[in-house]
C-alpha cells in the first residue's frame, strides 16, 4: 500500500509509539496521586508540557491538553461566544470551526465567513472592516479566527498580519494549526495570537489528544468542569499514554523538521510538475508555493474525484477527496467552491498529501496509475455523453 492522505491522518512514529507502551502498562498511576507512581506520571506529562511550550517559544503553563483539533476549535469559538457575540472566521476553515460556528448561529451569536481568492488567501479588506464595537449596536466582536494552512489546499495564511489587525480592533485572535504544527515552524510570540489548536495524529503522534496553546489562560472559561485538572480549565483525568506519546512525537518531528520539509516539498514539486505536464487539462488548486510541503490538490475536468480514489484504492494507493471529514459529502467541497471553481469541475478534485516516509518510486507508481485512472474515467464520460446525445 503506498499511503497518501498525510493530511488525514499520519502513521504514529516508533519513538511514540516506545515512549507510550509503559504507560499502558506498569505506569499506570493517576496523575493526580500524591503517591511515587501518580508522581511519576505527573512529572512526565508536565514534561510534555513544557517540550510542546518550547516548541512554539511560550510557557508550559499557556498550554492545555485537550483530545484533538475539534475540540481545541470548539472550546476557543465557545469561549469567543462567552466574551461576546461576533466572531470573524473564514468559508474554508475546517468543519470543527464551521459546524460549531453553525451551531453558535443557532444560539444568535453572529459569524461572519471572509472569503477567500482563487489561491485561498483570506480578503483582507473584509478582515480588517467587519468589525462590530458593540456602540451603534449590541453587537460586539469577541474573536477572528483563521486557520494558518489548509487541509484540502495547504495554502498558509499571513497569520501574523491577521493578528495586527485583529489587536488593533482589541479582539482575540486564534488560529487552527492543526495541519501545520510539526511540519513547519511556529513562534506564537512572532504570530502574535492568542489561542492556537493542534493536534497529535497528523503529526505521527497518537489519534485523540492535542492542546491549545492560551496566551491568557485568565480570559478562558472551562471547557469541562470536574476534578480540577489543567488548571481547572478541562476536568477529567489526564490521556496520560496519549499525551506522553504526542510529546514524543513532538521532539521527533521538531528535530527532523527541516530534512522532512524538504524532502516532502522535493517530492511534492516532482509529483506536480509531472501531473500538470503529463495529464492534459488538469489544474492544482492553492498557491503554487505558499503552501504545507506535502500538499498538492488537483481539479480534472470530466471526471468524478471521488470514482478516481476508488481506482487508485484498486491499485493500492491512498488519496482522498477532499478533506478526510468531508470524502463521503455529496455536495463538492465548501473549499473548492471558495476559490471559485464551478459546481461542475469541482467534483473533479483531489488531494494527494505526501509524508516524510513516502518516497519517489512511490510518487512515480501514482502518477502513472492516476495517468492510467484519469484516461479511463473520461473515455466512460465521454461514451456516456455520447448515447445521450
Ligand atoms: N482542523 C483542521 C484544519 C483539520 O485538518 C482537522 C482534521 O482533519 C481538525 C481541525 C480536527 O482535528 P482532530 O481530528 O484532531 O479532531
Redesign the pocket.
Known amino acids: 500500500m503506498i499511503y497518501l492522505d498525510n493530511?488525514?491522518?499520519t502513521k504514529i512514529c516508533e519513538k511514540a509509539v516506545k515512549a507510550m507502551e509503559p504507560y499502558l502498562k506498569e505506569e499506570y498511576g493517576n496523575p493526580s496521586g500524591i503517591y511515587s507512581i501518580g508522581r511519576k506520571t505527573r512529572e512526565q506529562v508536565e514534561k510534555v508540557r513544557w517540550i510542546i511550550a518550547k516548541s512554539l517559544n511560550c510557557k508550559p503553563e499557556n498550554i492545555f491538553f485537550t483530545?484533538?483539533?475539534?475540540?481545541?476549535?470548539n472550546w476557543v469559538l465557545d469561549n469567543g461566544a462567552y466574551l461576546g457575540n461576533h466572531i470573524i472566521t473564514s468559508k474554508i476553515?475546517?468543519?470543527?470551526?464551521l459546524n460549531k460556528c453553525k451551531q453558535l448561529e443557532n444560539e444568535g451569536i453572529k459569524v461572519t465567513y471572509v472569503d477567500v481568492d482563487k489561491n485561498g488567501f483570506v480578503d483582507m479588506e473584509q478582515i480588517k472592516t467587519d468589525y462590530k464595537d458593540g456602540f451603534e449596536n449590541p453587537v460586539r466582536t469577541s474573536l477572528v479566527s483563521i486557520?494558518l494552512?489548509?487541509?484540502e489546499i495547504g495554502t498558509i495564511e499571513p497569520i501574523r498580519n491577521i493578528a495586527m489587525v485583529a489587536h488593533r480592533k482589541g479582539v482575540l485572535f486564534h488560529t487552527?494549526?492543526?495541519?501545520a504544527f510539526g511540519h513547519i515552524p511556529i513562534d506564537v510570540n512572532y504570530l502574535g495570537v492568542d489561542m492556537l489548536?493542534a493536534?497529535?495524529?497528523?503529526f505521527n503522534g497518537p489519534?485523540?489528544v492535542?492542546f491549545l496553546y492560551v496566551r491568557n489562560p485568565k480570559e478562558m472559561m472551562p471547557l469541562i468542569y470536574g476534578g480540577g485538572q489543567e488548571k481547572g480549565k478541562r476536568g477529567g483525568t489526564e490521556n496520560v499514554a496519549g499525551i506522553i506519546g504526542m510529546g514524543a512525537a513532538v521532539e521527533d518531528s521538531m528535530r527532523n523538521m527541516s530534512a522532512r520539509y524538504n524532502k516532502e516539498k522535493n517530492l511534492r514539486d516532482y509529483m506536480v510538475k509531472r501531473i500538470l505536464g503529463e495529464i492534459p487539462n488538469v489544474s492544482l488548486n492553492g498557491h503554487h508555493t505558499n503552501r504545507l510541503p506535502g500538499n498538492a490538490s488537483f481539479t480534472f475536468d470530466g471526471i468524478n474525484g471521488t470514482s478516481l480514489v476508488v481506482i487508485m484504492d484498486e491499485e493500492g494507493v491512498c488519496i482522498s477527496a477532499g478533506?478526510?471529514?468531508a470524502a463521503s459529502a455529496e455536495k463538492p467541497s465548501h473549499v473548492i467552491s471558495a476559490l471559485g471553481i464551478p459546481k461542475e469541475k469541482a467534483y473533479g478534485t483531489i488531494r494527494i498529501t505526501i509524508g516524510h516516509e513516502n518516497t519517489r518510486k512511490e510518487i512515480d507508481y501514482t502518477v502513472e496509475k492516476l495517468k492510467a485512472g484519469v484516461k479511463e474515467l473520461r473515455a466512460k464520460s465521454w461514451k456516456l455523453s455520447w448515447k445521450i446525445m
Not at 493536534?199 to 497528523?202: G, L
Request: with cysteine.
Open positions: 493530511a488525514a491522518t483530545s484533538g483539533g475539534t475540540e481545541s476549535d476553515e475546517h468543519h470543527a470551526i486557520m494552512a489548509n487541509n487552527d494549526a492543526v495541519q489548536s493536534s497529535s495524529h497528523k489519534k485523540g492535542g478533506s478526510a471529514c
